[in-house]
């Protein structure tokens, strides 16, 4: 299996992407949906090209959050796996 320099960069950079970097993706990605909903709103029944631009924006947003919730999760559920309770401090 080859790897291209751009996509192993890309690797390193999602692995070493902090909760808190992932959080500012997915609230930005939230932000933009509701922002393109009150937008399909607005347009809805009265033009067929815009209203199907937004779907289609709307349906790529939503793939980015799942993607983003997937990652945090991931991300959160990996950070304490190792550690362990020491019961003598107690």
């Known amino acids: ?36 909903l009150q937008n399909y709103l607005k347009i809805k029944g009265k033009d067929a090209k815009k209203e199907a631009k937004s779907k289609d924006i709307l349906r790529k947003l939503t793939i980015l959050k799942k993607k983003y919730t997937k990652e945090l999760d991931d991300k959160v559920a990996g950070l304490y796996r190792n550690a362990k309770l020491d019961t003598k401090e107690l």
Do not use: C, H, P
């Not at 970097?21 to 930005?28: N, V």
């Open 1 to 36: 299996m080859k790897i291209t320099l751009t996509e192993l960069r890309e690797m390193i950079l999602n692995e070493a992407r902090g909760i808190k970097t992932i959080q500012k993706d997915f609230e930005k990605t939230v932000d933009a949906l509701q922002s393109e």
